[in-house]
């Protein structure tokens, strides 16, 4: 039983540019989060979907958008790319919103140059 | 936003020690999770209280739920190589679909 899939696991960009990152839920799991880690700290909520619509909202800006795939996969994109962008990011897949079990990709670790 | 500050940062023990490590927060939980990262992967759900007081243990790993639900507590016995990785506090407010984590406690275990 695959876990959650992330692509890709690295990237590297320059800034200003976009940036796509992909995420595959767990088999069984509708409910995809996306988390920001920066390097020597705990992960940040970004924004979470279900049924193909956004359904909270962390504190980032407009740049950090979604989409949710009928199904369930989830794509994070990120815009007019910044050096303090330069994090792990992480999708976790969940049965529900609000369920407090996660379950976390490896990550797709993005460097901005 | 909420603020989850976790102490020790770090920790060096010899293996076969206990290891005790905690979580506090500026505001109140009503989930507090424990969670582990190795290196190159994303965290992994260890333990899950939901209720002040609780005290849960999953093997070696036993957990505790404050009273005053702003903070958390995880006891690891007998250390064993590979309880090596960074141990993450998460808490979740009623209502909210996310989890806030801490700073992170990274153990290091010398054989």
């Known amino acids: 039983d695959a876990g959650v899939t992330q692509s890709p696991t690295h990237l590297i960009k320059t800034r200003g540019q976009q940036v796509t990152l992909r995420c595959s839920p767990k088999s069984g799991h509708d409910t995809v989060s996306w988390y920001q880690q920066a390097l020597g700290q705990g992960p940040q909520f970004i924004f979470q979907?279900?049924?193909?619509?956004?359904?909270q909202r962390g504190n980032f800006p407009d740049r950090f958008s979604g989409h949710q795939f009928p199904n369930y996969s989830s794509e994070l994109n990120v815009n007019a790319l910044l050096l303090g962008d330069s994090a792990l990011y992480l999708c976790?897949?969940?049965?529900?919103?609000?369920?407090?079990?996660?379950?976390f990709g490896a990550g797709s670790r993005l460097t901005v140059l | 936003g909420q603020q989850l500050n976790q102490s020790p940062q770090s920790m060096f023990i010899q293996e076969g020690e206990d290891v005790s490590m905690n979580c506090t927060s500026s505001s109140i939980f009503n989930t507090w999770l424990w969670y582990k990262q190795d290196p190159g992967e994303g965290p992994v759900l260890l333990i899950a209280?939901?209720?002040?007081?609780e005290l849960t243990s999953n093997g070696r790993l036993t957990a505790q739920f404050g009273i005053t639900r702003k903070d958390s507590f995880l006891n690891i016995s007998a250390s064993i190589p590979s309880d090596v990785g960074i141990y993450f506090c998460a808490g979740q407010t009623v209502g909210a679909n996310n989890l806030f984590f801490g700073t992170g406690t990274r153990l290091t275990v010398i054989p």
């Open positions: 209280l939901y209720k002040a007081g």
């Open positions: 979907y279900y049924e193909e619509e956004e359904r």
């Open positions: 976790a897949s969940s049965s529900r919103p609000g369920a407090n079990v996660l379950t």
